[in-house]
Each structure stands twice: as C-alpha cells, then as structure tokens.
C-alpha cells in the first residue's frame, strides 16, 4: 500500500510547514531549533508503513505551557540562550559598577527559578496557542477520506478478481 504510505507523508508535511507557520505567526520562534527538531520518520517494513511526524521534547509544553517541578539540569543555560535570541534586556540585574555577564547570569537563574517554582506564564495563565492541534485534526481528517477511498478501490480490485475466478 505505498500509495497510503505516500498520503500520509504528504499530510505530515502539511502539519509539518503548518507548525512552523504558527510558531512564526504567535511569535514563538526564538532560534528556530524547535521546528528544525521537526523530521518526518518513516520505519516501514514490507507491507506496513509506520509514518511519524517526531520532534524534541519541548512540544509537549508548547501549547499550554511548562507547569512547575523538576526541570534539566542545565535549564539556567537553556533560559541564557533564550534571553540573548529574545534580545531582552538584562544589563539591569547586574551588579552597579559590575560584569554585565553577571546580569545574565542573574536574570537567566531568576526565571529558571521562577518556572521551576510555578511553572511558565503560559501555563500558570491557563493560557493556550494552538500551534498543532487544530492542524493534526483537520489533516487527520483529510487523509482519513483519502485514505478510505483507496482501500475502497483496492477492495473492489480484489472483489472484481474473485468474480473473474468463479
């Protein structure tokens, strides 16, 4: 059935390009690293198709957030990173007369505090930014169609065969 192999790789670059043109759109870009982590993955073997659309693991709060508790060990780092792509000011949390580096430091330990303890804004807000949901639906659906009427076609190739047999 490599022609259902094929639908549903088309459908996951649909939901694919269209993650990316939320992220763009909700201004949740930052470095780009999320969606470049996006790759469709095929692990098919003779006679089965298993397709996926897989990414690293910060999807799984991308929508609703990051609630509080443990968080990696190098997060301070990761919240580094993300305040110099942001360009958010952190001169202000150094020390007077002090390394401006120390500032960083300040503010990226502040926030990854801060999320450790109540987790990020989003989820504390309750808050939600459909990035996939909507689209894994709606290309779902699309390829459930699709998908049904080639195994309709495929049923009646067998029906006609059987009919020429008997």
Do not use: C
């Not at 509080?68 to 060990?73: Q, S």
């Not at 309709?152 to 020429?164: G, L, P, R």
């Amino acid at each position: 059935m490599e022609a259902i192999r094929d639908i549903v790789v088309k459908h996951l670059k649909v939901v694919q390009d269209g993650i990316a043109a939320n992220m763009k759109q909700q201004n949740r870009t930052t470095s780009g690293r999320s969606v470049a982590s996006l790759r469709i993955e095929d692990e098919g073997t003779e006679g089965l198709a298993r397709v996926m659309l897989t990414g690293d693991k910060q999807w799984e709060v991308m929508e609703r957030g990051r609630g509080p508790g443990k968080v990696p060990h190098n997060f301070s780092d990761i919240i580094k990173e993300w305040i110099l792509k942001k360009g958010i000011s952190y001169r202000q949390f150094a020390p007077k007369n002090g390394n401006p580096e120390r500032g960083l430091q300040s503010l990226s330990y502040m926030i990854a505090h801060s999320i450790m303890k109540k987790g990020t804004k989003l989820h504390r807000d309750k808050g939600y930014n459909d990035i996939f949901d909507t689209l894994l639906e709606e290309e779902t659906e699309k390829l459930a169609l699709e998908a049904t009427g080639i195994v309709e076609t495929e049923i009646d190739k067998i029906n006609d065969k059987d009919d020429e047999n008997n």
